[in-house]
C-alpha cells in the first residue's frame, strides 16, 4: 500500500456545521441501540484499534463518535511509552490484558502496532526493549512481528471478538496547521511537544512504514480503513459509519425468553 496515492480529503458527506452535527447525532443514536443488542447479547467482542500520526484526530473521533455509547460497555485505553514491567514482557502483553469482555467495545488509541512503526522508524528503540541480541534480526523481526499480529488477531476472531483497525490518514500540511492551532492557543499548550516537530522530520519513513504494515496485516476478519482525516468531521462521520455496519454485521439478538420464564415474570408482575 502506498499511502502517498490515497487521499487524505474527499468530498465532505455533509453540508454545513449544523448539518454534520444532525448526521453524527443521528448515527450516535443507531450506535446506541445497536450497543445495547451487543451487550444484552454477550456474544461477540468488539475491539477498534485508532492508529495515526501525531495531530490525526484520533483522540476527537472516540470522543464524538462514541459520545452516546454507554459507558459500562465501552472500555478506552491509550497506549504510550511503554513501562519497565511493560517491557519485560512481549511486545503484545500490554494490550492483550486489556481487550474487550464479550459483550463489550474495546477501543485502542494507538496499540501493539505502534512496536511495528515506531520501532521501525527508530531501531533504536527495539535495541532498547532488552531482546537478546541474536533475536533482533533487521531483517526479519519486521516480518516475524507482522505474523504474531496475524496470528493475535486470527485467535481473537475465532474466539468472538470482530476487529476493526482505523488508520486516520493526515496530510503533512494539516498536521502543520493544528501544531500551530497548539501553539496559538492557550488551553492546547499542553497537546504540544517538541518531540512533535522531531517526529516530522521523520515523516516520509513513517508513511513507507505505515504503509508496509497496513499491507501487511490487512485482513478479512480484521480489516484496516485508511480514512481521510484532514477534515475532523467527514473523518467522524467516517469512522461512525464503519462502527455502525460493523455492529449491524454481526449476528446479533436479545436472549429469548422460555414461556417458563415468562409465566414466571408474570407471576412477578401479579405481585407488584
Known sequence: MDLTERPTTVKPFYKSHKNYKKKLKKTGKKLKSLQRLHYASDHWSLLVIFQGMDA????????????????????????????????????????????PERGRIGVFNRSYYEDVVIARVHPEILHGHGLPEELIDDAMIWEQRYQSIGDLEKHLHRNGTQIVKIFLHLSKDEQATRFRARIDDPDKNWKFSIADIHERSYWDTYMTVYGDCLSATSSEHAPWYVVPADDKHNARLIVSQILLETLSDLKMAYPETTDERHQELLSFRSQL
Open 56 to 99: 490525526a484526530g484520533k483522540d476527537g473521533a472516540i470522543r464524538h463518535v462514541m459520545s452516546g455509547i454507554n459507558p459500562q460497555g465501552c472500555q478506552v485505553f491509550s497506549f504510550k511509552q511503554p513501562t519497565d514491567q511493560e517491557l519485560d514482557h512481549d511486545f503484545l502483553w500490554r494490550t492483550s490484558r486489556c481487550l
